[in-house]
């Protein structure tokens, strides 16, 4: 079958080149002419785990191309999919839409045959609806249908996850929509991997309750923690406690800096001007949003109270070690790192920082941080560490040579990755998360 995906940014390319390792036939457009040009050189324009391998491979086999000619890329596709950004509308909260209309009404204009168009991009309830309203208006004399299929991959394990979902989720309205997409997911399909046929409307919104559930399970432990600071409870210990009940279950209870990333902060504002929109208040939802609001500055604030206080820790510097959202990815977007860069920056202090793959995205977003080659680079003189990011490259960090090169040893763990009373015998002032 031939697919195209339009947009090709995290979800666009992992996805195409994960359905052409099944086999498909398929080509990726994006209107990025930079990155177009990148993915035909063989240069991936993001950082994700696997994925060069992936995208050569198939390439190479002649069942993934990419341009930027839209009408061209989905001629003689059966579905079509988009998969373009739906940023928070500057000013209000609300899913920015234009994106995903625009590409609605260039399919309209180019469709050259039977398909079934699907919303691969976090959109809102309704969404389909307007999306099959420009395509109805394009004038098109083509069968179509619109369906919803919500993307829950992760960056940093992408590649897995659309291989081996936990589940699919499909919003079809009517049979030749679900026909054509049974068959774009038989192999996996094949695979057991369960497929959910729903209506489109409950589809986007499964999307939207599941990032904004999960959103707060971090937002719950990470108040836990706070109390546990204060009370001298172990927050890891009842992050285990709670976690072992399979009604609760485990993951998602690690506390740490805030949740940032492309997807929790904006897709829980969507959901909330959906939800006033239809005046049904998510007040749980409201307070998960504005608590993980506050946190990223509180993160800052716990630096300058590890270097003694405001006054003692104007003129100081830090060094950041980590600056992505998460570990394994180049992805900056609402990374707590910048509230915690600037929270220091206004509290006068320097900072110098090293991330393994973000710098490069993070340097226009982080103008008053100097990005140096190494952690040790970063660390050199510097009077605090704080580790905002849990890369693997900084959970055996040469002590002594930390100790050696650092100004003081006062490290600021934001995401309890070493063990304190470990970190307390070998000299350092160590500070974490809702532990002792
Ligand atoms: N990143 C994630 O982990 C993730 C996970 C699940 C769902 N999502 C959702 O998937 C969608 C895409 O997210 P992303 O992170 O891949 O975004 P992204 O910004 O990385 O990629 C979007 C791409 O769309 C392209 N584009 C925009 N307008 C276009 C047009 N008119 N024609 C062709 N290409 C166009 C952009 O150039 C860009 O390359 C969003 O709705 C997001 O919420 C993202």
Known sequence: MKIAMVGSGYVGLVSGACFADF???????????SKIDRLNDGVMPIYEPGLGALVGGNVKAGRLSFTTDLAEGIRGASAIFIAVGTPSR????????????????????HLSNDAVVVTKSTVPVGTGDEVERILADS?????????????FLREGAAIGDFKRPDRIVIGAEDEFGRQIMQQVYRPLFLNESPILFTSR????????????FLATKITFINEIADLCE?????VQDVARGIGLDGRIGKKFLHAGPGYGGSCFPKDTLALLKTAEDHESPLRIVEAVSKVNDSR?????????EALGGSDAARGKRVAMLGLTFKPNTDDMRDSPAIAIAQTLDDAGI????????????ARPLMPEVEMVGDPYAAIEGADAIVIVTEWDAFRALDLDRVKALAKAPVLVDLRNIYK????????????SIGRP
């Open 90 to 109: 500057r000013g209000d909260g609300h899913a920015d839409l234009s994106f995903v209309h625009t590409v609605a009404r260039e399919i309209g204009e």
């Open 296 to 304: 990223k500055r509180a993160m800052g604030r716990k630096v300058v």
């Open 420 to 431: 304190a009373h470990e970190m307390r015998s070998a000299g350092f002032a160590y500070t």
């Open 139 to 151: 004038g098109t004399q083509h069968r179509f249908a619109v369906v919803s299929n919500p993307e």
């Open 23 to 33: 086999g498909h036939d398929v080509v990726c457009i994006d209107k990025d002419q």
């Open 350 to 361: 320097s900072v110098s920082a090293f991330d393994p793959e973000g710098m490069e995205l």
């Open 230 to 234: 204060k009370v001298g409870g172990d």
């Open 201 to 212: 409307r409950s589809a986007e919104i499964i999307k939207y309750a599941a990032n904004a």
